[in-house]
């Protein structure tokens, strides 16, 4: 089932209590992707953002993740023909599949969490980019 949030839809998971963007047809502005969503007493734990999540929403300034995010996965597209100029991507991020942040316009600005786990994803994101300021913290 879905929950909305700021204009954020999440896909809720009643198994095993996870949450994924799915998609931001309202969403404008700063986001913010909360670490969990709250449901009838049930605390979802967001582990991804979906395919084509925010592809096309050109009402989106930039989005902040939870520095306590349980974030595992960005998939395909999922900032497609947007025009966010920044996203900091959490330390718990495993895996960001091809064109996960592909088409961020020119002059977007990447914003990393460093650790260990994500200097793969880093490594292969700055090749997929081009044209893009990428600042390491």
Same mark, same amino acid.
């Given at each position: 089932?879905?929950?909305?949030?700021? +204009?954020?839809?999440?896909?809720? =998971?009643? #198994?095993?209590?996870?949450? $994924?963007? $799915?998609? $931001?047809?309202?969403?404008? +502005? =700063?986001?913010?992707?909360?670490? $969990? &969503?709250? #449901? #009838?007493?049930?605390?979802?734990?967001?582990?991804?953002?979906?395919?084509?999540?925010?592809? =096309?929403?050109?009402? &989106?300034?930039?989005?902040?993740?939870?520095?306590?995010?349980?974030?595992?996965?960005?998939?395909? =597209? !999922?900032?497609?023909?947007? /025009?966010?100029?920044?996203?900091?991507?959490?330390?718990?991020?495993? /895996?960001?599949?091809? +064109?996960?942040? /592909?088409?961020?316009?020119?002059?977007?600005?990447?914003?990393? &969490?460093?650790?260990? /786990?994500?200097?793969? &994803?880093? !490594?292969?994101?700055?090749?997929?980019?081009? #044209? !893009?300021?990428?600042?390491?913290?």
């Amino acid at each position: 089932f879905f929950y909305y949030l700021n +204009g954020l839809v999440f896909k809720l =998971n009643k #198994n095993d209590f996870t949450a $994924s963007v $799915s998609y $931001s047809p309202k969403s404008k +502005g =700063n986001i913010f992707i909360p670490r $969990s &969503i709250n #449901n #009838n007493d049930q605390k979802f734990i967001v582990i991804s953002i979906g395919n084509g999540s925010f592809k =096309n929403n050109a009402n &989106i300034n930039s989005v902040l993740i939870s520095d306590d995010s349980e974030l595992k996965i960005i998939h395909k =597209n !999922a900032f497609l023909s947007t /025009k966010i100029s920044s996203i900091v991507i959490p330390p718990k991020l495993e /895996k960001l599949e091809d +064109g996960g942040v /592909k088409e961020l316009r020119i002059y977007s600005m990447l914003r990393y &969490i460093q650790t260990t /786990k994500t200097l793969p &994803i880093l !490594a292969h994101t700055l090749t997929s980019l081009q #044209n !893009a300021v990428c600042i390491v913290l």
